[in-house]
């Protein structure tokens, strides 16, 4: 029996090495000295901002999902059919106009939160341009948008300037597919789902029409609108595959309806074009295991371990990734606990905030940001620039610490309704050291007593008699 129990348990490890080794297998660090530095400078940034805007905010609904005819909860749309709600829904070019769109007050709000880069939705699966692109005319500068006649109608260069003028970063959310494009909803066929509506086999010119398209818009962003940090794409099904993959796809258990197909757009092709235009370009393929995939992103979720690889999860603030006529936001305390948790597991935050109609964003928004920003002003050295630092977290503590290794920080997540307690023990600190601990934000050194591996810290009085400090107490070790 006990031998049995044994093997099993050999089984299992080894098997669990295996997964592992298969889930760090999904990382391909890049080679281009440019890139590797870039990636490293990325790393210290921690904290985005992504936003999901179009004509599709007019209606508080989905970011375009609701053309795609799948069978998915995000999908939905009102019981009409299909080919009316679908160009009604394309009819939203004709009244968008964001008259109140200010995307400095946007930048400065933003930069006043520590966010050090924005990710724009230049296109969404819909395949509506928020940019002056020369290859459709469903686009936010064409004559049928009311928003052209504004002199800020191309609202993607308006963001990437404001954002860069206040020091940030500028990224290009792209999306592969295109819903809109003839050339991958072929209006003579309808359109079963997410993917192609046609054989690429089949019809490679078009499908090649369709490469180009892609390319072209791609390299107007690389050229037309200044220095570009990173390109995001996104729709991870328009990827290269073969005859295997496409098997594996068909065959799995849980394949339902999704039309996979070798859907190859050359993206080496295109990424190292890219960069002949934008050197040290970070190229996000979003989900596609390969060298195009600079970092991960996992979505709307906080990894539960660290990771083995850059990485950033992107978040919605409120609501859902476009805009919502009733978003719930979540509250300043959440946000800064998530960002913690992100960079002590060696992740950064995009937090996305989705912007009206108008142009504008909702109150609660420049509320969060503000609330974000107070901490930040005091505790912003226990975030950027760090990397993650074993063991991440022990209870309410978490552990980051600098590049260089020159200090390490105790961040103390403290509940809504709770106080800081007297004192809290720590077994992260290098034992045998006599560490000097600081309270980012208060004078004096703070007292602790070290015995083994573990270290008590005893919160300096005025500290925990003061509820109101924060919604994370720093503590400094050097
Ligand atoms: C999901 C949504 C997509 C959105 C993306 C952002 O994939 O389906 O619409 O753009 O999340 O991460």
Known sequence: MKRIINILIIVLISLSIQAQHDYNKKYYPPTDPLVVQKLEQWQDLKFGLLMHWGPYSQWGVVESWSICSEDEGWCKRPEEDYISYKKKYEGLQNTFNPTQFDPGKWAKAAAGAGMKYVVFTTKHHDGFCMFDTKFTDYKITDSKTPFSKNPKANVAKEIFNAFRNEGMWAGAYFSKPDWHSPYYWWPNFATPDRNVNYD???????????????????????????????????????????????????????????????????????????????????????????????????????????????????????????????????SGRELVHMLIDIVAKGGNLLLNIAPSPKGTWDDAAYQRLQDIGKWMDINGESIYGNRKSAPYQEGPVYYTRKKDGSALYL??????????????????????????????????????????????????????????????????VK
Not at 216 to 242: A, F, H, P, R, T
Not at 434 to 459: D, R
Request: aromatic share 12%; hydrophobic share 35%.
């Open 411 to 476: 961040l103390y997540c403290v509940k809504e309704g709770e106080k800081m307690p007297e004192e809290f023990k720590v077994t992260g600190i290098e034992p045998g050291k006599k560490p000097t601990i600081e309270v980012l934000g208060f004078k004096g050194k703070v007292n602790y007593v070290q015995s083994g591996k573990s270290m008590t810290i005893k919160v300096p009085k005025s500290i925990v008699r003061n509820n109101d400090f924060s919604y994370a107490l720093v503590f400094r």
């Open 200 to 330: 690429v086999k089949k019809y490679p010119e078009r499908w090649e029409n369709f490469v180009q398209y892609t390319q072209n818009q791609i390299m107007e962003l690389m050229s037309d609108y200044g220095k570009i940090d990173i390109l995001w794409l996104d729709g991870g099904w328009v990827e290269k595959m073969n005859a295997d993959q496409v098997k594996a796809y068909v065959t799995a258990p849980d394949y339902k309806f999704m039309h996979i197909q070798n859907q190859d757009v050359r993206m080496d092709e295109l990424a190292a074009k890219a960069r002949q235009l934008q050197p040290g370009l970070l190229v996000v393929d979003r989900a596609v295991e390969g060298p195009n995939q600079n970092y991960l992103t996992p979505e709307n979720q906080v990894p539960k371990e660290m990771l083995a690889y850059p990485w950033e999860s992107c978040i919605i603030m409120g609501g859902g990734w476009s805009y919502s006529f009733d978003a719930q936001y979540k």
